[in-house]
């Protein structure tokens, strides 16, 4: 548009006035729309740097060098262990398997000989340590013999167990799992470490078969601890991406204080959900994030992990000053506070309290939502509207505000899902260790390894027992039959 001076414009008749004026409102809204869209192109930028694994869903792993600020709150204790606490230390045993003695034959004070002298007394000293080990080989004979009647020959029977001219036992097939299932040894680190310690290195194919073969013997187990899980009153979910096969697919667990059941699918959402099979025949409460696929299951109730909220929080705090997410982050952790002081014969906050809770809760979402109003909807643009950060929590904390507080109403529902989450971190432990999975098959015998031997570990049980035992047809059942987390 050409520039006008102000003797020229005085000149304009009335219609070319308007005309000038109405372009240059085009021009004014144009710039104004386009200033906005990249503000906000800035802000999100803004948001993607600022984001760490203490104020939103990012591992610890992409925090890099910095460290970011810990939300743990301080406690003023000292690091170690606190007063009271029994402690545990080595303790002298009465029936030593050795005796080793260390005479005295001279005086130390006067160079008299002492060899002939009787003791008065010892002190003692315990050195706890493990002798050389070493394989044994046994040798199975079973006998041939003639019968007189018939004059056919006929043999004696091998155990079960016994079934190759050459092989390995139970005990070694279940140190092998143990060490790549459970301390998530690599292949040929396990068959290294087996050499280091009993001279004999297997091959990595013992290792391989030696998983297949319990994956196949705790498949009664692993259906008890999965229909125990869909009993329970409370379970914890959750689900974290997984290789398999240089494919993405994703790990789901399900998880109370004594069960762990793994599943790995090639879906995330509902369908992978479904084909678990534990989530749609749940009729109990539901802990998890606010991933919105865990709320097609209408069957169950729900309860969202707090962690996730207070970090989010954080964020708004940091990114945006506003006051009501530093107030709520401080409402949930003095409900949290109120809830683990409570007496143990309580099951829920009083009433009073409850709707005093409830009633801060509400203050400080009306405040938030006053600071974020809804954005207006573009011109000629459908779908959802994109809203910022803050707005995008005060719609979840607004929407699910029973499944946010509802630690508070039934103390069986936990304040976060950090279990889900623990159980989940082995897994990606073993990730980082040994690499991806390289095949489907191995990956879901890991995971029914993983979950047999996590829920044992949750019972207390000594995790190379339990898989001797299965090996040898004796796999352990969880003793819990339903109900508690």
Known sequence: MELLDRDQLEKLDKENLISIILTLQQQVQQLQETVAQQAAELQSLRDQVAKNSRNSGKPPGSDGLRKPRNLRQKTGRKPGGQKGHPGHTLKMVEQPAHIKSHPVSVCSHCSTDLSAIEPCGHERRQVFDIPPVQVEVTEHRAEIKVCPECGRQVKGDFPLTVSHPVQYGARLKAQASYLNSYQ?????????????????????????????????????????????????????????????????????????????????????????????????????????????????????????????????????VEQYQQPWAQHMIQLLLNIKAEVDTAPLDHHSLPPERLAHFQQRYDKLIAQGLKANPTPPQPPNKRGRKKQTPPKNLLDRLLQHKSQVLAFMSDFRVPFDNNLAERDVRMVKIKQKISGAFRTPTGAKTFCAIRSYISTARKHGLNVINVIHNALSGNPFFPYLAEGAA
């Open 184 to 316: 998530l040894l690599p292949l040929a680190r396990t068959c290294e470490l087996l050499e280091d310690f009993y001279g004999h290195r297997p091959s990595e194919a013992f290792v391989l078969v030696a998983n297949a073969d319990l994956a196949d013997q705790i498949e009664p187990s692993l259906a008890v601890i999965k229909h125990q899980l869909i009993k329970a009153d409370v379970v914890h979910f959750d689900e974290s991406g997984l290789r398999v096969d240089g494919q993405l697919n994703w790990l789901h667990v399900a998880g109370t204080n004594h069960l762990t059941y793994y599943g790995v699918h090639r879906k995330r959402g509902q369908v992978g959900m479904q084909a678990i099979g534990i989530l749609p025949n749940f009729a109990g409460r539901a802990v998890h994030d606010h991933w919105q696929s865990y709320f097609a299951f209408e069957q169950c109730q729900h309860a969202l992990c707090n962690a996730h909220h207070l970090r989010e929080l954080q964020f708004i």
